[in-house]
Every structure is written in C-alpha cells, then in structure tokens.
Nanobody
Framework: QVQLIESGGGSVQSGGSLRLTCVASGRTFSEYAMGWFRQTPGKEREPVAYINWSGRNTYYADSVKGRFTISRDNAKKTVTLHMNGLKPEDTAVYYC???????????????????WGYGTQVTVSS
C-alpha cells in the first residue's frame, strides 16, 4: 500500500494559480490510479481530477475543466495538480488519493479510492 503526502496549498487571489504535489511512498506507484479531491466544511468530499496508472487518460470535474491539469511522474512517484484561473469557490482542503486499479480514469468512482493523504488547504480570495 502507498502512503501519500500533499504539499503546495496556500492563499491566492481570484485568477491566480497554484500547483499541488502529492508524493507517494511504499508499493509500486505505477500500479495505482491517482486522484485529487476537495472538501469544504459541511459538504461531502468531491472529485476534482483523476489520472490512470499510465498517465494516458484523465478525468476532470466540470467545475474545473479547462482550468486544472492533472499529471503524474511514475519515476518520481508524484502526481501534480496545476490550478489556473482560481475562483473563490475553489477554496477547500484538497486531498490526494490512490486506487489500486488499471481502469480508465473516466470510469473511476470515488469509492474505488482507498488510500488518502492528509490534505492541503487552498484558499482563494476575491
């Protein structure tokens, strides 16, 4: 099983950019699909973006499509979320997660992600 640690959160103004990085340790990173999720107080954790084990296909929530980009480097055991055009509604704690599957990113569901990081706070001010 992998262990996940996120970094890169912070505070930015609306329209700004941030890059979140998740570093994995433990078992073979390339066996896992990876995802980013976010959560605000009182709401369920929601998916932001997924990337399959090879990095060849991705999925984005409609709310971030065209603004966020997910990528991975299996040699470095990292997955990155580039966030551009940030909006106040993007404010949340962002979590990295892993799923031991070779499924396509578009077919993944939240319940398939069994390993989670501790989260990193992103705050976007207007």
């Amino acid at each position: 099983q992998v262990q996940l640690i996120e970094s890169g959160g912070g505070s930015v103004q609306s329209g700004g950019s941030l890059r979140l990085t998740c570093v994995a340790s433990g078992r073979t990173f390339s066996e896992y699909a990876m995802g980013w999720f976010r959560q605000t107080p009182g709401k369920e954790r929601e998916p932001v973006a997924y990337i399959n084990w090879s990095g060849r296909n991705t999925y984005y929530a409609d709310s971030v499509k065209g603004r966020f980009t997910i990528s991975r480097d299996n040699a470095k055991k990292t997955v990155t979320l580039h966030m551009n055009g940030l909006k106040p509604e993007d404010t949340a704690v962002y979590y990295c997660a892993a799923s031991a599957t070779t499924d396509s990113a578009s077919s993944l569901t939240k319940s398939q992600f069994r390993t989670w990081g501790y989260g990193t706070q992103v705050t976007v001010s207007s």
